[in-house]
C-alpha cells in the first residue's frame, strides 16, 4: 500500500480535501488496518469517526493543514 505516504497525501492538500472516508468493506480487515494504522501515525491526519457499516467499517479522518 503506497497510500497513505508522503506523495499521496500532499497531492489531497493540493486539491483542498478536508476529510477521508475509508470504507473497511472494500478491502480486506487486513489492509483496513494496515492503512487506518498509518493514518493515525501521520500528524497531518485526525481521526473524527469510526462507523460499523454493514459491509465492513467505514472510518472518517481529517486532513491537517
Known amino acids: 500500500i503506497s497510500f497513505p505516504d508522503d506523495q499521496s497525501i500532499a ?3 493540493e ?3 478536508e476529510l477521508l472516508v475509508i470504507h473497511g468493506g472494500m478491502m480486506s480487515p487486513e489492509e483496513f488496518g494496515e492503512m487506518t ?3 493515525l ?3 497531518d491526519i485526525e ?4 462507523f ?3 459491509l465492513g467499517p467505514d472510518a472518517v479522518f ?3 493543514r
Do not use: N, T
Open 47 to 50: 481521526a473524527m469517526a469510526r
Open 15 to 17: 486539491r483542498g480535501v
Open 62 to 64: 481529517r486532513v491537517r
Open 11 to 13: 497531492a489531497l492538500k
Open 41 to 43: 501515525a501521520r500528524p
Open 52 to 54: 460499523d457499516a454493514p
Open 37 to 39: 494504522s498509518a493514518l
